[in-house]
């Protein structure tokens, strides 16, 4: 059974810094794609951050390139989310994904696993 645990979600003032762990099972991580996404109350789930099976390629929403880096360790079958410089329009549950294939996909459609999100709020 393919699970995948969000963590280190929060509250932090505008301009800080929060880190995005998730911690995944019941598939073989180092052979799949990963990719983050965010919903705000009211919006639909819009990508954020995806990364390929091997780490090499990324993609990135240009709302958070240049403030977000998403990478993953295959020995510990996690990915992250380093998020920097975060401003209120941040403010989100953000979701983990696990890709249908190996690659950086950047559409909802394109992943078949969902976690069950963590909340981070930017506030002051």
């Known amino acids: 059974q393919v699970q995948l645990v969000e963590s280190g979600g929060g509250l932090v003032q505008p301009g800080g810094s929060l880190r995005l762990s998730c911690v995944t099972s019941?598939?073989?991580?180092?052979?799949?794609?990963m990719g983050w996404f965010r919903q705000a109350p009211g919006e639909e789930r819009t990508f954020v951050a995806s990364?390929?099976?091997?780490?090499?390629?990324?993609d990135y929403a240009g709302s958070v390139k240049g403030r977000f880096t998403i990478s993953r360790d295959n020995r510990a079958n996690t990915v992250y989310l380093q998020m920097d410089s975060l401003s209120p329009e941040d403010t989100a549950v953000y979701y983990c994904?696990?890709?249908?294939?190996?690659?950086?996909?950047?559409?909802?459609?394109?992943?078949?696993?969902w976690g069950q999100g963590t909340q981070v709020i930017v506030s002051s």
């Open positions: 019941g598939f073989t991580f180092r052979l799949y794609g």
């Open positions: 990364i390929n099976w091997n780490g090499v390629y990324r």
């Open positions: 994904a696990q890709s249908l294939g190996d690659g950086a996909e950047n559409s909802a459609s394109d992943f078949g696993s």
